[in-house]
C-alpha cells in the first residue's frame, strides 16, 4: 500500500530553519504531484507548497515565498521542505500529501495520500 512517511520538524527559536522530508513507497513517485500542508492550532490545514511531477514547476502560500523551498528527488522516492527564517506563526503540524496526474494544485480536496504529520513548534 501507499506510504508516506514524514521526517524532521521539532522546536526551534525565531529565525532558524528546519528540513522535513516525505519518504514514499508502494506508487510511482515520478508520476505524482506532492505537496506540503500545515495545520496550526485550532485551524484548519492549509496549503504550503506544491511541486511538479518532474520537479521543474513549484508553487508556494503567500506566507512562506521566500523563506520555504520545496524540492524532490525521484531517484529515492523523496521529498523535502527546507524552511528558513521561520517564524512563530509557522508552528503547525505539517503534513505531506501527493496525487497522481501531472498538474500542480493547491487543492487540499485533490490529494488522495496523506503522510503521518509531523510537529514543527517555532518558539519567539
Known amino acids: 500500500q501507499v506510504q508516506l512517511v514524514q521526517s524532521g520538524g521539532g522546536l526551534v527559536q525565531a529565525g532558524g530553519s528546519l528540513r522535513l522530508s516525505c519518504a514514499a513507497s508502494g506508487l510511482t513517485f515520478s508520476r505524482n504531484v506532492m505537496a506540503w500542508f500545515r495545520q496550526p492550532p485550532g485551524k484548519d490545514r492549509e496549503f504550503v507548497a506544491t511541486?511538479?511531477?518532474?520537479?521543474?514547476?513549484?508553487l508556494y502560500a503567500d506566507s512562506v515565498k521566500g523563506r520555504f523551498t520545496i524540492s524532490r528527488d525521484n531517484n529515492n522516492n523523496a521529498m523535502y521542505l527546507q524552511m528558513n527564517s521561520l517564524k512563530p506563526e509557522d508552528t503547525a503540524v505539517y503534513y505531506c500529501?501527493?496525487?497522481?496526474?501531472?498538474?500542480?494544485?493547491?487543492?487540499?480536496?485533490?490529494?488522495?495520500?496523506w503522510g503521518q504529520g509531523t510537529q514543527v513548534t517555532v518558539s519567539s
Open positions: 500529501a501527493g496525487r497522481q496526474g501531472a498538474g500542480i494544485s493547491r487543492r487540499r480536496d485533490e490529494f488522495v495520500y
Open positions: 511541486i511538479s511531477t518532474g520537479g521543474a514547476n513549484t
